[in-house]
């Protein structure tokens, strides 16, 4: 049986999808890519993050350079400018998106969890 974190009642999930590029071969098993962060929405920090790409490396570096930063206080450009400036995988625009997105979840719940 597989071991699951607690993650505790403050984590919450946020996931967005993006369209990969036809010509990686990432593609060939998804069609788009999937960024998922756990915040901890008491204090808006990502704790996790999930990639849907083929590369372990790539997973582990991409979360690597999200996990720990203050959604809530900081935003996400600086998630951008990390992605934008030390990644460099065909996948780089849509993995931009996916977290645009992400983060657009994240604020539509904190607007309907207010309080």
């Known amino acids: 049986m597989r071991e699951v974190k607690d993650y505790g009642p403050d984590t919450v999930y946020f996931v967005s999808y993006s369209k990969l590029p036809e010509d990686i071969s990432a593609t060939y098993v998804h069609k788009v890519?999937?960024?998922?962060?756990?915040?901890?929405?008491?204090t808006g920090?990502?704790?996790?993050?999930?990639?849907?790409?083929?590369?372990?490396?790539?997973?582990?570096?991409?979360?690597?350079?999200?996990?720990?930063?203050?959604?809530?206080r900081d935003g996400i450009d600086e998630l951008i400018e990390k992605v934008?400036?030390?990644?460099?995988?065909?996948?780089?625009?849509?993995?931009i998106v996916g977290i645009k997105g992400a983060y657009a979840k994240y604020i539509q719940w904190k607007q309907a969890n207010r309080g």
């Open 33 to 42: 890519v999937g960024v998922g962060f756990l915040i901890n929405t008491k």
């Open 45 to 72: 920090i990502i704790e996790d993050v999930m990639v849907t790409l083929i590369s372990d490396l790539c997973k582990d570096f991409l979360a690597y350079l999200m996990i720990g930063h203050n959604i809530e």
């Open 84 to 95: 934008d400036k030390r990644f460099f995988g065909s996948s780089q625009k849509a993995i």
